[in-house]
């Protein structure tokens, strides 16, 4: 069983910078696609970011290209979405997620494929 964790939520300034983590437990991160996702109150949940089991590949939301980056460490067990020039818009709870994908080093796109997911970390972006 894969159990994940976010941290690194926080208030902030429009135009500021945060680092969320997400820490797995139970079993290694090796072979399992990772993903960010969000949702903000009254709205869908939303990709925000994915990245492939290797870290070969990454794919960003429009909304957030240019300004997020997603990483993993598979050494520590951690995937990190580094957020710059945040804007309000932003704002939302923000969900880490797993998903097991042994013969394929790609990258998962849908809440609908992954098996995993932490609880969320809240950020809130002030103007």
């Known amino acids: 069983q894969v159990r994940l964790e976010e941290s690194g939520g926080a208030s902030v300034q429009a135009g500021d910078s945060l680092r969320l983590a997400c820490a797995s437990s139970?079993?290694?991160?090796?072979?399992?696609?990772m993903g960010w996702f969000r949702q903000a109150p009254g709205k869908e949940r939303e990709f925000v970011a994915a990245i492939s089991w290797s870290g070969y590949s990454t794919y960003y939301s429009d909304a957030v290209e240019g300004r997020f980056t997603i990483s993993r460490d598979n050494t520590k067990n951690t995937v990190s979405l580094q957020m710059n020039s945040l804007k309000p818009e932003d704002t939302a709870v923000y969900s880490c997620?797993?998903?097991?994908?042994?013969?394929?080093?790609?990258?998962?796109?849908?809440?609908?494929?992954?098996?995993?997911w932490g609880q969320g970390t809240q950020v809130t972006v002030s103007s």
């Open positions: 997620a797993a998903k097991y994908l042994p013969g394929s080093d790609v990258v998962v796109i849908s809440p609908l494929e992954y098996e995993y």
């Open positions: 139970g079993r290694a991160f090796s072979f399992y696609a």
